[in-house]
């Protein structure tokens, strides 16, 4: 098990824009990992492209998305989606997949990964 913050109970995770890197095409912060999980917090803004390249659009994973605020899109094994808040969205192992945001406001979600390889 990973920790990025404290140990101890309860643990305590920051998150939000202060808190992110740059990665993948957005800006992200990590709640927790271990083997078989990971999750964490992330936004797009107007203009960012997560997953653009097709070298990190595929995990042996599935990974669930789970919009939080904002809108955007994606492309999921080739279809294209609309996202908006209150929606999730589950992406299979193995599926390609790739979000952006041509909106004015930040799409921000959680994003859960979870299974074999995670």
Do not use: C
Request: net charge negative; aromatic share 14%.
């Amino acid at each position: 098990t990973f920790h990025f913050w404290t140990r101890g109970l309860p643990e305590l995770i920051p998150f939000g824009e202060s808190y992110t890197r740059f990665t993948h095409g957005a800006d992200a912060a990590v709640f927790y990992y271990q083997p078989g999980f990971r999750s964490g917090w992330g936004s797009l803004k107007k203009g960012q492209h997560a997953n653009k390249d097709p070298r990190s659009q595929t995990n042996p994973f599935p990974s669930l998305f789970i919009v939080t605020r904002g809108a955007g899109k994606g492309r999921v094994g080739g279809n294209e989606v609309d996202l908006r808040e209150g929606q999730a969205l589950l992406v299979p192992a193995g599926i390609s997949h790739e979000f952006w945001n041509d909106e004015d406001q930040p799409m921000e979600f959680v994003l859960l990964m979870f299974g074999d390889g995670a």
